[in-house]
């Protein structure tokens, strides 16, 4: 393409490949979230659009996009939007649910990659069975739901201990001039 102002050939990147077909292993992983999970919905058998999805799953389309851009889900792109199908759906409400226990998007990009390494998942990064997969992973939120409880319980404790130090309504008036006293002066 020639930009007429420059008279130079503009370069256009690729664009980003998106993911056109899930492993085997990610797609049992999802299969236990969405037996066990509470609110993953049974996916319609019709597609859905980015918004009505949206209003299906009663979560923000912003939140859609953002779990689309990871490459958590790969919807098929028609026109100028993106159409969900039922295995997209079922995906992408596995990933809402297990946002709202609290990973994270770099968390669920990491696991479903099979990325992760710990004790729970091997020091060579090899896998156990899928629900043990799925088990350790549901672990790892729990200790850093621990953490955060902890946290708040340490905030909750100095605020507590923490004296009251509302001023009296006479003390602000001593502080603060009135409207009248700074006209009159």
Known sequence: MHDIRTRSVVRRSPPRQMVESHPRPRGDLIDVFARLLPGVVVPPATFRSETALAGQLRVDPRRIR????????????VGRGWV???EEIRTLSVMLALCRLGATLPDLEAFFAGSLRGPD????????SP???????????????????ARLRALEALFE???????????SRDIRPSVSETIVK
Do not use: K, N, Q, T
């Not at 043990?132 to 549901?138: I, Q, R």
């Open 161 to 171: 201990a923490a004296p009251d130090e509302r001023p009296s309504p006479e003390a």
């Open 66 to 77: 953002e779990i689309r851009g990871a490459r958590l889900v790969a919807p098929a792109r």
């Open 84 to 86: 969900y199908g039922p």
């Open 131 to 149: 629900v043990g997969l799925c088990a350790a992973f549901c672990r790892r939120l729990e200790s850093r739901m621990e953490e955060e409880i």
């Open 121 to 128: 998942h091997g020091d060579d990064g090899s896998s156990r």
